[in-house]
């Protein structure tokens, strides 16, 4: 890949999938040197003491978070028109800056470079605060923090890396995570944007990245790039913090979508843009791991806002069933409706469970929540998309109204079909919920393939295999007899959480019955698994249903004498969510996944063209996917510069 023309883009060849799975597997975190509540749940081990009780909050830093929120709450009701917003596709300068002076860009930095140090807990409720406002302020705020600049320095960054660019991120400047290629989605095997070494030291950054969240508005960038291996160079994918403002990169244009119509989103081209050495973050190769990392608990800010919107959503449904009289009763009366209230009710509880359990877990830090925190991004995202559309139903035609059009007339401005197409992106953001499933698939059998890996890997020889097939013969002989029987069955398991104690006892049986049939899907389809993505997801959704079970009854104990309503929320969540974990083990093996695939490939070869006949087709005209020559821009630069925090 190596080439001598700093101006040139590397080699690009087209990896194989099975090339693109070794990339991401190189780069993943291999070791587990802390306890996983998610991942002894996969193997059928029921660890309810590694989240009950709850690790302590520190009474000064909660309340540092919540003067903070108050702030933040009253600034929001009383300056922000998220409405506003929604029309001008654009958050305002003056937003921007009132946000940068009451430390909302630093609500994860460190005092010491000038940011609120904020808990996870604290930082996620300030999100989805601002998000019901404005879901495109939660949107900026959180792509800022969470996967941003500030998150992969406070992980892996020099003294002098935080100190030269922290303290005027928490000041208000905007950063922006750039990896994303028109041609290079979730597997990053085949990016192309090169940083080639200089006999100056330094690099030189050629490429164009896609869906930079922020981009017109970021002042300082995380851009992944290809270093060709060389002489004196590792090489490899490395993370770089880039100046916007550096001669070469320009904004060629700012991407439109269906939703979040206020964030900024750019297309953004570099070209022999110059890279001090000084700005490598970790080290030349280990950029994917840093980003991996970085998503850990940089993941939590999407259910955070989903947790905000299910909240949105049941207060405009409680009102609406409540007031609106049909045939003589209030909606809200109809078990038609009555069923999707109490769905909205229950689902936003299990969701915020999920995220206090999970954001109390990565603040404590002696737990590994890279499951757990994959998890809620997956289970949230999914019910948020739910809840959302079950608002606009009932809502009926008046939800399908926007809010625009509803105070023209003189009703109540409640944009239901905003809020739908908002939290769309949930489901795609931050790894789709298919690339999700994978992955967390992946964690889940991790003890599996560490004992049977060389078993059912084609390029392993005998030799390797014998091994294996000792080691997995010792593993399972002391695993496999701990799936036979467990507290969950016994009446009087889990006593102390009174009413919910049945709840838990099914989790704990439902958690070994899910090991046992990830065990039977190894032993069926050996190295074939991988394709088995049907049967994959369906694994990796019955852990997120009773690790939401989990957590429900937890915080419904924690918080019993100050909210005791929560037991009957956690009860109906839990019964909602049994019913699901039952469809999904009796779809593990009775299911229609073979046929739809078979079908599916002849779809792709044509044979059903046919069925396509009768309308007029969408415009042939135009690549599918674009693509990009490396060289100066053409495009007008399309930045934008809020003026600067005061």
Not at 351 to 358: C, G, K, W
Not at 360 to 370: E, Q
Not at 627 to 635: K, V
Request: glycine content about 10%.
């Amino acid at each position: 890949m190596a080439t001598t023309d700093a101006t040139q883009v590397p080699t690009h060849a087209v990896h194989t999938e099975r090339e693109a799975r070794k990339v991401i597997e190189a780069n993943r975190e291999s070791e587990w040197r802390k306890p996983s509540f998610g991942k002894e749940l996969f193997l059928g081990r029921f660890r309810l003491d590694l989240i009950d009780p709850l690790p302590a909050l520190d009474t000064e830093r909660l309340a540092k978070g919540a003067e903070f929120r108050s702030k933040l709450d009253a600034f929001l009701s009383a300056e922000v028109d998220g409405q506003q917003i929604e029309r001008d596709a654009r958050i305002p300068d003056e937003v921007l800056r009132s946000l940068g002076e009451l430390g909302a860009f630093g609500m994860k930095i460190d005092e010491k470079y000038g940011g609120l140090g904020l808990t996870n807990l604290d930082y996620c409720r300030a999100l989805m605060l601002a998000g019901s406002v404005s879901p495109a302020i939660g949107a900026l705020l959180s792509a800022h923090q969470s996967i941003g600049v500030p998150q992969p320095l406070k992980l892996v960054g020099t003294d002098e890396q935080k100190q030269r660019f922290l303290p005027k991120l928490a000041a208000g400047e905007v950063s922006a995570f750039l990896l994303t290629e028109p041609e290079v989605g979730s597997y990053p095997a085949n990016l192309r944007t090169s940083a080639v070494p200089t006999p100056e030291g330094d690099y030189l950054l050629n490429g164009v990245k896609l869906w930079a969240t922020n981009g017109t508005l970021a002042t300082l960038y995380v851009v992944m790039a290809l270093v060709p291996k060389s002489g004196g160079h590792r090489g490899g994918i490395t993370a770089f913090v880039v100046e916007a403002d550096a001669p070469g990169v320009t904004i060629e244009r700012r991407n439109a979508f269906m939703g979040l119509r206020g964030l900024e989103n750019s297309v953004t081209r570099f070209h022999d843009v110059r890279v001090p050495a000084e700005n490598v973050i970790g080290g030349e190769g280990q950029g994917l791991r840093i980003a991996l990392s970085t998503l850990n608990t940089g993941r939590l800010s999407l259910p955070a806002m989903c947790v905000g919107a299910g909240k949105w959503c049941l207060n405009v449904a409680r009102e609406w069933a409540a007031e609106r009289v049909q045939m003589g009763r209030p909606i809200g009366a109809y078990e038609a409706i009555a069923k999707k209230i109490a769905f909205i009710a229950g689902s936003t509880y299990g969701m915020e469970a999920m995220l206090e359990v999970s954001c109390r877990l990565a603040d404590d830090d002696r737990n590994d929540i890279r499951i757990e925190a994959a998890l809620v991004k997956l289970y949230a995202s999914e019910l948020a998309w739910k809840i959302a559309d079950e608002l606009v139903q009932i809502r009926g035609g008046r939800g399908y109204e926007t809010a625009d059009s509803l105070a023209a007339r003189g009703e109540r401005p409640i944009p239901a079909e905003q809020i739908l197409r908002d939290v769309r992106i949930n489901r795609i953001f931050e790894g789709s919920t298919e690339i999700m499933h994978l992955a967390i698939a992946r964690e889940a059998v991790d003890a599996h393939l560490s004992v049977a890996g060389d078993i059912i890997d084609p390029d392993a020889d005998l030799g390797r295999k014998a091994k294996a097939a000792g080691k997995a013969g010792g593993f399972y002989a002391r695993w496999l007899p701990t799936l036979v029987a467990g507290k969950g069955q016994l009446p009087g398991g889990f006593g102390g959480f009174g009413p919910l104690a049945a709840h838990l006892r099914y989790v704990e049986r439902a958690s070994r019955k899910l090991a046992r049939e990830t065990f039977y899907g190894m032993a069926r389809w050996q190295g074939k698994l991988e394709h088995k993505q049907g049967f994959l997801g369906r694994i990796v959704d019955i852990g997120a249903e009773l690790f939401a079970m989990s957590a429900a009854c937890v915080k419904a104990r924690t918080e019993r004498v100050e909210r005791p309503e929560g037991v009957e929320l956690a009860d109906l969540f839990c019964r909602q969510a049994t019913l699901r974990v039952e469809a999904l083990f009796r779809d593990l093996w009775d299911n229609a996944d073979s046929i739809e695939v078979a079908a599916a490939k002849r779809v792709l070869r044509g044979r059903y063209l046919s069925l396509e006949e009768g309308v007029i087709p969408p415009p042939a005209e135009g690549a599918w996917t674009s693509a990009w020559e490396p060289g100066p821009s053409t495009a007008q630069d399309v930045r934008r510069r809020p003026p600067s925090p005061r």
